[in-house]
């Protein structure tokens, strides 16, 4: 199974960007995928889930700024990020797992076994 994110960048505070995960060799409307990201000096923290059902789930700190959706056809899941801050300066990751995870588990990193490589959001005015 292979994840590949992109669609980060630079961008100024208040503006939006939408990630993007590419998935193959896993049907994607079999798995739940989810966003995490890890900032300079950081540890890594979830941002956003949706499972395999399309319910989704996000951080307290983000919650009302992101949507995270899929589309099953293009085996994609995307993350819609508005009102961006500079504490949102990270690595945004995706992350996949190969068997259904249960509520208090979704938002553990450890939980997930394919992880994409990673792509750089710069707040910044």
């Known amino acids: 199974v292979q994840l590949q994110a992109s669609g980060g960048g630079l961008v100024q505070p208040g503006n939006s960007l939408r990630l993007t995960c590419a998935v193959a060799g896993r049907t994607l409307r079999t798995t739940e995928v989810a966003w995490f990201r890890q900032g300079p000096g950081k540890e890594r923290e979830f941002v956003a889930a949706?499972?395999?059902?399309?319910?989704?789930y996000y951080s307290d700190s983000m919650k009302n700024r992101l949507t995270v959706s899929r589309d099953n056809a293009k085996q994609a899941v995307y993350l819609q990020m508005n009102m961006l801050r500079p504490e949102d300066t990270a690595v945004y990751y995706c992350?996949?797992?190969?068997?259904?995870?249960?509520?208090?588990?979704?938002?553990?990193?450890?939980?997930?076994?394919?992880w994409g490589q990673g792509t750089l959001v710069t707040v910044s005015s």
């Open positions: 992350a996949a797992a190969s068997s259904g995870l249960i509520l208090s588990t979704l938002k553990n990193a450890n939980y997930y076994d394919y």
């Open positions: 949706i499972r395999r059902n399309g319910a989704t």
